[in-house]
Each structure stands twice: as C-alpha cells, then as structure tokens.
C-alpha cells in the first residue's frame, strides 16, 4: 500500500465515473430513440490489496454497461405487437369494404335493385307503354352496372391488397436479413469471455428490428447461448443464426386477378403467418374478399336465373324474327348437358310458337330434349334440327341452325311470321341464352341482352294475351318475395342487406378489438418505458450524483498529491 | 398501478398523443352526427341498427311504389265507374222509351221516331264502352291497344278478352284494377262448349303436370311390394313424363315390365308369381296421382284413368278416349255471319281454334278452363250463333251439339222461351180421366218440361211425355190404355201450352207440339237489349220490345254488378292504402328514432368533448416544456 496506490485509485476512479457520464449523455442522447432501452454504468470495488494485514480496497472499476430491459416484457410486447398490426390491418380492409359497399345514403346495390323492381312494377301497371319498357330496359342496365362496379371496387380493393402484400414480403425479407447480419456481429463482439449481452447497441438495434417484424407477421424469439436469435413466424423459422431464409414472392392468377404469394428459397414452403398485417391482408385477400365476390356473384345469379326463366317463357308487345343464343356450346354435336353451358339443363320439353301476325293465329310445336344420359342425348344440333324439321314443315321460313363458334340462331325471313318460347321445364333457354333479359353469369359479366336495349318491345310482359297481359311482369315481381336464398331462405334483397350488415359486425367487431389491443399495446409500451425507458430529469439527477463523485475523485487526487508534495518536501 | 411506475418523457408524450387523438376522434364524430343528421355512417357503427334501418328503408320505398300503384289504380277504377254509371242511365233511358212505346198510345210513327233514337244511343254507348284510360281502352281486357267494341250493322262485336290483369299493391298482393268488357257489357255469349270430358289419351311423350286434368302428378317416391315379402321404394321425383315414369319403374328390376295400356288411359305393371301392391310412401300421393295404387292386384296391376288434359298441341285423334272425331268438319251461323270448319288442314286441338278464331265469324274458340273441353263462344251481340253439322258428325263428337232434352226454353221460337206465368200454366186430362196441372215456371230446359209432366204425381204414368228433336218438339202420348181423348187446356193466363204447340185435344192418343224453333246462343248484353229494341221498334213489333225489355232488364243488372264490384274493389283500394299509409308513417317514426342524431344530446357532447380537448392542450403544453435541465447550471 503506497500514495501511488492511492493515486492509482483516484485514476480509476476518475475513469469508471468517466464512462457512468458518458453513459447517461448516451441515454440523453437516446431519450427520443424508439426501442432505445436506457443503460447503466454497473460499478465494482476492484479486487483489494491483500498483502498486509488487512484488505484495503483499491477503488472502482466499470464491470460493465447494462441495458435496463424485461425480457418477458419485450416477449409480451411483440406479441401484443403483431395483434395491433394484425388488427388495424383487418379493421382497414372492413372499413374499405364498408366504403364500396355502403348503403345507408343511396346508390348502392340495394338501391339499384329497389328500383329496378320499382320500374318493374311500372310496368305491370302500364304494359302496352313504349316508354315505361324503356325505363325498365334502363334500369336493368343500371342495375347490372351497379353489379359491375362492386365487382370491380371489390377486386381492386383485393389488388390493393396484394400491393400491400407484396411490400410486406419485401420487408420481411429485409428485416430477416438486418437481424441475420446483426445475430453474426453480436455473436462475434461477443464472444471470447466478454460477457453476455454486453453488446448493448447492436442488441438495441435488433430488438428494434424484431419490433418492427412483429409489426408484419407473428415473432416467436428464441435467445441462444452464442447471443443469436432464432426467429420463428407462425411454424416457420425466418432467422436462424447468421442465415435469413430468403422469401422468394410469385405471380400467380386465379382467373381474374393476379396475386401474390411468397415461398421459402429453401424448401419452397408458402410463408404461413399467425399473426401480424401480413395474416390480415393475407385474410382480406384471400378470404373476406373472395366470399364478397361469391355473394355478390350468388344475387347476380338469382336475377340471371330466375327473371331469365320467367322472361324466355313470356313475350313482349312484339315477338322475334331473329333471335341469337347469347351463350354457346363446346360443341354442336355434344349432348346439351355437358357441352359448357353456364346454367343446368335437364330432360324435358319447352314449346316454340310461331304467331302469324296477319290473323293472330298461334301454332305450337313441342321441343322434347332427351337429356336422361342414354346414348341418343340431344345435342344443340338435333335442337336446330327438331326446330326445322318440326315448324319447318309448316313453316319454312322459320329456320334454326348452329353457328360456327356454337351459337343457336333462329330466323324467320318472313315478317308477318313470328316466333317465341313458352313453358320451359328442361332449362333450355335460359342456358342458352335464348329470349332472356340478362346475358351473363356473374357479377362481373351479368349484362343486359341487347337485343332488348335496341327493341324494349321485346321486353317479356305477358303471355300471349295482348299488349296489356302483364302476367309474366307479375311473376317478375313475385322473385322479389321468394325466399331462395341461403338456409334462411332470404330473398334477394334481404340476402345482400345481410351480407353488408355481416360485413358490419365483423367491421364492429374489429374496431373494438382494436380498440382494447390498441389500450392493452399502449399500457405494455408504458410498462416497457418505465423499465427501459430514459427519464431526461433521472438521468440529470444521476449526472448530477456522477459530477459530484468524480469531483470528490478529483479532489482526492489533489489532496494525495499534496501529500506527495508534502513527503517529497521533507525529503 | 400507475403510481407504481417510472414515468418517463417518452409515456407523458405517448399519452398526450393518443388522448389528444381520442378528443380530436370524438369531435369528429359529433361532427357527423350533426352535420349529417344521422347517428351511423356505415353499418359497423352499429350493425343491427343499421339492418333494422335498411330494412325499414326498403319497406317504405316498396310502400311509396305501392302508394303510386293505388293511385293508378284508384283512377283507373274511378274511370270504370263513371263510364259503368253512365251505362246504367243509358240502360234506363232505353227503358223508358221501350215502355212508352209498348203502351196502347205508341204508333208504328212513333216507333220509327224512338227507332232513330235508339240507333244514336247504340253509337253513344259505342264511345262510352270504348273510352280510354291513358294510351290504353278501359274494356279490353288484356287487349288494350284497340277499341274493344265495333258496330257491324245492328250487332256490336267485342274483340278484347276476359282478362282481369293485376297489379300489385302490397307485397304478394295482386289486385285486379280493371274490369273487362266481358264482365261489365257482355262481351261472350255462354258457352257451345264440349258437352263433356272430351277425354284426350295419354302417350308416353305426355307431360306428368298434364295428368289429372291438370292438377298434375306429386313429385315423390311409390312403393311396390310382391306379395311375395319383398318391397321396393322407387323414387319417380326427377320424372317429367310418362317415359320417364316408365323407365324408372322398369329400371328398377323390381317388376318384370312397366308400361302404358294400349288404350292410353294408365299403367300398367308386371311381375310374374307376384300378388303386386302399390303404396304412396310418406304422406305423398303420387302413387295415386298416377293411378297405381292398390292392393293385392296380382301379378298384373292395372292402373287407373290417369286424365291428362288436353293442351293446344293434342291431336284431334287422341280425343275421345283415341277415338278421335270425325273429320267432315262443322258449320258455324252467327247472325249473318257464317262459316264452314274444314278439317283437312285441322289435326291439332290448336289448329281447330284457329280455324274458328279465324273464321270471321266473331266467334271465340278456346280450351276451357279445366282443360277437359273446347268452348266456343259468340262475340257478337244480338245476333244468334248456331253451330251445324257439315254433313259428318264432327261437331257431334266434339260435343257442340244439344240434345233435344238439354235445349234450354229461353230458345224456344228464337228466343221467345216458354212464357210461363206464376202458378199452373196447363192441364192435361187423359182418356181415362186422370187430369193434372203443371206448371213449367222452373223448367230450364225441355227435358225439364218432360220430366214436369211424367213425374207429375198425379199422372200415375197415363200421360208420357217425350222430347223429339229434327224438328225440336214435344210427343205426349196418352198410355192410359183406354180410348178417349187426350187434351191439353192453358190456365191463368199462360202462353205455355201454345209456345210448345199442345195446346189441343186428340183422340188419336198422341199430340205432338209444334217446331219449336230454337234461336242460337245469343250474347246477352247491353248492346244485345239495345239491337233487339231497334228491331222492335223499326218493325213495331211489339213481342221483340217486350224482349228486348227483359234483355234490357239482365243487362242493367249486369251493369249494377259490375259496378258492384267495381265499388267492392275501390274499397279494398282504399283500406289498403290506409294500411300502407300507417306502416310508411310507422316506419318512419322507427327510422327516426333510431337513426336520426338528436341534435341538442349532440351538440352537448361536442361541447363537452371540446372543452375536454382545449383543456388537454394546455396541460400538455405546460407539462412538456419543464424538465429539470432547465434549473442545471
């Protein structure tokens, strides 16, 4: 024990208070850092000096910089993580949907089918009037328009989606590969004895990178004894050690829209999310918005079928000279039942009726279609044949044959001879497009037939018994009030009020969820703050304490000095 | 807990942020509320509200619709009464020229005078019967684009139908809002129809929902058994025509063959050794509905009529239980239109009604309603329509032909009928003394009068009395077996006796009456009772005036029950519209309340959430500007 261990002592000192500051101005510096977790300065007597009769400490060291974190906490807080952005994805996309699908001021769907059915009803009361069958014609269209228009928001709001996707796989894959590059310098700085998790600010970077990753997908973290972690996403692991399994993003087509989808470079596995934005865009996509589509697609189809049924088996104030199938066959000579045709078909018969319109005569001729899967099924050519065998006889200006890409056209080159359809119990025409007011078999294509918008005469009314029959009109508006709809048996009208309501609770139902996540996630922040984060004021205080020791040091330094200087004096 | 906690500057600032948030969120809300006068936006603000309100929506945008058809229909109907009341004093005026002109003061002059009169009224109803609603005729039926009635001489003919069309009023609630000219003039005659089941065969080609007269075949299962212990359940439900139903059975492998009967009646089923029974299955009857239920019928089981209908498209030749009709065709006579039916081009029940409908004879053909019958009606008023044979007897086995004992007394002498009065209108005494009184004022027809007379219960069978027909008369033959005479005197007053031309004494033992020269079937209408006054008064007779006055009589009638119904209809109008009316006001009430923002609850709130904000913005001001950096020097 000497005065030059006393000044070593001071030295020490002077030094581990050096780096305590220079740690707090680090946490200062930090104060506004997201993640930042604040560190301190851990201090240790160093060993004493043994070799007299007692131990006499011989100052202070800087064990080392420990950073001030919960691990459990920052585990909880990743979870909760992935909830919020799981949730506020999912509460976007209902909002968005709620947006295209809104119905409460008008305009939308239900709009455009009241008063489709509104004219409908016109025109029962007004049949023989030119006028109120341009209106309906004109509602129709509008109607399929507005048909048109959701399905279009709705697949763009899908491709907006996928847009989101796509940016989120790419982060994902940059994020993968930070925490890989960080897991190698960590695991580098920290080896050979120093200790673990000494390596504060690479550390503080990658817990903020997790943060992030949490953000996108489900991030299960697993510390190693080497001070890498391993990240697992759903089943999956994205980081293991210094390697970053690479996602590799695909095109892929599921008939109308081209989306998104990321393998694993490695093993080709789809990347299969719990949790985070990416599993609720990856729901929004690939669920919510495809079950809207078939909805959508189910009203679109009870319109296309049912007025279909009831309008080839009417008439209007006039009736066809020329007539073309609006849907065709794989193949003239393919029995109907099989030849892709949009709409079922069935055994059975539907009557052709020819009007001659200088007497107001009628002639019936019946169309059997033999369809029970025996070996002499009809096919669209015996169809065209029967036509021209049966009413041609009679009739020979009336003539039916099958197009080249497959179209059945019936003709009649003789004005006053005219022809329609009644009493369809086989499917025919509506699967043919024969006489229907719709063409089309989905949301996305359901259209009005033209011939009608060129001629609303042709407009089914009736069935035959003057311009004023408005039956066939009456059994229009009778599919307002059928139940044909899902188990509950809805009506049309019903069934997408139900689908914009049930978009509702689910829309509701996620706004409060993100509520309380965004609550529970704000309450987890603050308790991570108050065990992580830096308080500009402690830190002053702390500075404040450091100042004053390392004066004290100092201070001891030149009273030792003076002591030196006091031996040395009387020497 | 909170208390517990390190506050750090970075939760002071979070939790500045996000309440900061929370106000600015609110006030927006309050903002909406207000500004839109709504309390949601979309349906997640509160989803079972928002259904509730689109559903209240729709319901008062359907009534809104069916408030507009009331209306139409209201003025429509208002129209039809106002043209059915200015018939009925046409009506009454016509009557009180006829009485005038039947008193003893009338002259053939005077007459002649009222003759022209009439002759104007004819046009004036024409105008009235062919007034207009809008673009369209009010009396067509479902004819409305041209004028339903037209003068042809002293006849009026009526081209529309008897179609009622409908609309609809309340959900699913179809209302007829026009009466047609049928109901309201007369616009059909009564029926030369079918005199019965013209009973079409069935085919293998022939549609199930054709059987049974129409009422078609349930779909569903049968159940067969053998008799022998075993049993099968065939399901026929996907079956649409007898073929089907035939091939089923067959291909079940359960009986030995199913097939149609020769005759085209029913089915028939098969299996050797077995004792077959056939079951509906569940409650359901189309076991029954294809005639094949029964028990214990052998081994061959053979089922009942199953009646198809006949449709436009049946064949001529498979009426009649198959054995068709006679080809030679009918004539049909309507007033002075006539025109003989040639079947060589006729093969179809459709081509025989548009032969009729064609002939230019202002006759209506058409399948009766249950579809047993073909019915051919006159359109034309005041004339008669007689439908002949064309030297076969085509219109025989069509059934258009009355028997003798069918021919209602209202036809008797061209529609003169049998002038009956109230009590006894004759009395017959026998050669042996029996003498009885009979009174014919309930007989409808002739066969009527010869049953009044032979089940006399005073006649004991000493007179028979017969219907002959070619010429149309009545045989009565004295069977009391002893000689003597035969006499038939009138009583009170009445023309009876001398109508049927009985009114003598024999002792031949036989009186055969005189031709009673029955009219046509005639279209009994306003214009009807208006062309027979015409006639009496150009022709001053005073028997067609009388006529024509009971014509006019059942056309006012007919006119005061069209009106009727007519009322009757306004008057559903009316209470339906009163039940629209209150559920739109109801609805609305509903709509109000549970989704119209209430203006003073919101604008309170936002002034609370403001006051909330500003005060937040100034703590935090003053909170996030200290720190103790400040007092370090």
């Known amino acids: 024990m000497s005065l030059f261990s006393s000044l070593n002592l001071a030295r020490q000192s002077l030094g581990a208070h050096q780096t305590a500051i220079q740690t707090v101005g680090q946490n200062i510096a930090n104060a506004n850092t997201e993640g930042y977790a604040r560190q301190r300065a851990v201090l240790r007597p160093t060993a004493p000096d043994d070799r007299i009769f007692a131990f006499v400490g011989t ?21 909760a993580n992935s909830d919020l952005g799981n949730l506020t994805e999912r509460n976007r996309v209902f909002s968005m949907v709620e947006t295209i699908l809104s119905d409460l001021d008008g305009g939308g769907l239900s709009d455009a089918m009241a008063r489709f059915f509104d004219s409908v009803e016109d025109l029962a009361n007004e049949p023989q009037d030119p006028s109120v069958r341009g209106l309906v014609v004109e509602e129709a269209r509008t109607l399929t328009e507005t048909f048109h228009y959701l399905d279009a928001q709705i697949r763009n709001l899908r491709g907006s989606l996928n847009t989101d996707i796509e940016t989120v796989y790419a982060d ?7 925490i890989a590059d960080l897991n190698r310098n960590i695991g580098t700085a920290e080896a050979g004895g120093v200790a673990p998790g000494s390596a504060n600010d690479l550390r503080t970077q990658r817990d903020a990178l997790l943060t992030e990753l949490s953000e996108l997908v489900d991030v299960k973290v697993i510390e190693q004894t080497n001070g890498m972690v391993q990240v697992v996403t759903g089943s999956d692991v994205l980081v293991v050690g210094s390697r970053a399994r690479t996602l590799e993003v695909e095109w892929q087509s599921d008939g109308d829209i081209s989306f998104h989808t990321a393998r694993f470079e490695d093993d080709g596995m789809l990347l299969r999310p719990n949790g985070g934005r990416l599993q609720a865009l990856l729901n929004g996509r690939d669920g919510l918005m495809v079950q809207l589509r078939q909805d959508l697609d189910q009203v679109a189809q009870q319109f296309l079928t049912e007025f279909n049924a009831i309008h080839a088996g009417g008439e209007g104030t006039s009736l066809y000279t020329e007539l073309a199938a609006t849907n065709a066959v794989t193949g003239a000579d393919l029995r109907l039942s099989e030849a892709g045709l949009p709409f079922p078909i069935e055994d059975g018969q539907f009557t052709f009726q020819v009007r001659n319109e200088g007497d107001g005569t009628r002639e019936s001729y019946v169309i059997a279609l033999d369809l029970d899967g025996t070996d002499d099924d009809t096919t669209l050519q015996d169809l065209a044949d029967m036509i021209n065998t049966q009413v041609g006889v009679d009739h020979p200006e009336i003539s ?75 059994d229009m508006l009778g599919f307002r009030d059928k139940g044909l709809l899902g188990p509950d048996e809805k009506t049309v009208e019903e069934f997408y009020v139900s689908i914009v309501a049930q978009v509702g609770v689910r829309g509701a139902e996620a706004r409060d969820l993100l509520l309380n996540q965004e609550a529970i996630t704000t309450n987890l922040q603050n308790q991570r703050e108050s065990v992580s984060g830096v308080n500009v004021d402690e830190e002053a205080i702390e500075l404040i304490q450091l100042q004053r020791a390392y004066q004290g040091s100092a201070r001891f330094l030149t009273i030792v000095d003076r002591l030196l200087e006091t031996l040395l004096n009387s020497v | 807990m909170a208390g517990m906690l390190r506050v750090t500057n970075a939760v002071l600032h979070n939790s500045t942020l996000s309440s900061l948030q929370d106000n600015l969120r609110a006030i927006a809300e309050d903002n909406r509320k207000i500004s839109t006068g709504k309390q949601f936006a979309v349906a997640s603000d509160n989803p079972l509200s928002v259904r509730r309100l689109i559903a209240w929506e729709t319901v008062i945008e359907r009534n809104e619709k069916y408030q507009s058809n009331i209306e139409f229909a209201s003025s429509r109907l208002g129209a039809t009464e106002s043209a059915l009341d200015q018939m009925n004093d046409m009506i009454i005026r016509a009557r009180e020229i006829a009485l005038q002109q039947i008193n003893g003061t009338a002259t053939d002059q005077t007459r002649a005078n009222s003759a022209v009169e009439i002759d104007s009224l004819i046009n004036e109803s024409l105008t009235l019967v062919n007034r207009q609603f809008g673009d369209r005729y009010l009396f067509g039926g479902t004819r409305v684009d041209e004028a339903p009635f037209e003068r042809a001489g002293n006849f009026v003919a009526y081209l529309g139908n008897d179609n009622e069309p409908a609309i609809e009023i309340a959900p699913t609630m179809m209302f007829e809002s026009s009466i047609s000219g049928v ?52 399901d026929l439900s996907a079956a649409k025509t007898l073929d089907d139903v035939v091939n089923m059975l067959n291909n079940s492998g359960f009986i030995d063959s199913a097939a149609l009967l020769p005759d085209g009646k029913g089915l028939q089923l098969q299996k050797a050794g077995a004792n077959l029974t056939v079951l509906d299955v569940n409650g359901g009857s189309t076991a029954s509905d294809l005639g094949l239920v029964g028990d214990g019928m052998g081994p061959v089981a053979l089922g009942g009529d199953v009646d198809p209908m006949i449709m436009p498209i049946t064949p001529l030749n498979e009426l009649v239980g198959g054995s068709g009709v006679d080809t030679s065709g009918f004539t049909i006579t309507n007033g002075t239109l006539s025109a003989t039916i040639d079947f060589t081009s006729v093969t179809t029940v459709e081509d025989l009604l548009n032969a009729v409908n064609t002939s230019g004879t202002n006759t209506v053909a058409r399948l009766n309603a249950d579809g047993r019958s073909i019915e051919i009606m006159s359109t034309l008023a005041g004339a008669d329509l007689f439908i002949e044979e064309n030297g076969g007897t085509t ?48 007989a409808q027809t002739l066969g009527d009068v010869v049953a009044l007379i032979n089940d006399n219960p005073a006649n004991g069978g000493a007179v028979v009395a017969q219907a002959l027909s070619g010429p149309l008369r009545i045989e009565l033959t004295d069977a009391s077996g002893v000689p003597g005479d035969l006499s038939v005197a009138h009583l009170n007053g009445s023309f009876s006796a001398s109508t049927l031309g009985i009114d003598t004494t024999t002792s031949s033992g036989s009186i055969v009456g005189a031709d009673l020269a029955p009219g046509g079937v005639r279209l009994e209408s306003v214009f009807d009772g208006f062309a027979l006054l015409y006639e009496g008064l150009s022709t001053s007779d005073d028997l067609t005036i009388e006529e024509a006055m009971r014509a006019l009589d059942r056309a006012e009638t007919g006119v005061l029950q069209a009106r009727a119904t007519v009322g009757g209809r306004v008057r559903r109008l009316e209470i339906s519209e009163r039940r629209t009316e209150i559920e739109t006001f109801e609805f609305r009430e509903l709509m109000s309340q549970e989704g119209d923002t209430d203006i003073a609850e919101a604008v309170l709130e936002f002034q609370r959430h403001e006051f ?19 007092f370090l020097n």
């Open chain 2, 395 to 442: 219109a025989a086995d069509l059934g258009f032909l009355l028997t003798a004992d069918d021919t209602p007394v209202e036809r008797f002498h061209g529609g003169g009928g049998l002038l009956s009065v109230p009590g006894a209108d004759f009395r017959i005494t026998a050669a042996d003394a029996t003498e009885f009184d009979v009174d014919v004022s309930s």
């Open chain 2, 183 to 234: 109901r309201a003039f007369g616009g059909f005659s009564s029926q030369i129809s079918s005199a019965s089941d013209l009973d079409p065969v069935a085919v293998m080609t022939t549609s199930l929902n054709m059987l049974n007269n129409g009422r078609g075949v349930e779909p569903g299962m049968v159940e067969i058994r053998d008799g022998l212990g075993e049993r099968m359940l065939i």
């Open chain 1, 400 to 474: 039916a044959r099958v197009t080249v890409d497959g179209h059945l056209e019936i003709q009649s080159s003789d004005d006053s001879l005219k022809f329609t359809f009644r009493d369809d119990n086989t499917g025919a025409l509506t699967a043919l497009g024969l006489g229907t007011l719709f063409t089309g078999t989905s949301a996305l294509n359901i259209d009005v037939r033209s011939q009608l918008m060129d001629n609303p005469t042709l407009l089914a009314s009736g069935r035959g018994a003057g311009s004023g029959d408005n039956t066939a009109v009456l």
């Open chain 1, 172 to 178: 994902v894959n940059r994020i993968s590969q930070e």
């Open chain 2, 612 to 630: 909330v904000y500003q005060a937040s913005l100034q703590t935090s001001a003053g909170l996030l500007q200290s720190t103790i950096l400040d």
């Open chain 1, 59 to 79: 100052g202070v060291e800087v064990t080392r910089i420990e950073r001030i974190v919960d691990e459990h906490l920052e585990t909880t807080l990743r979870g």
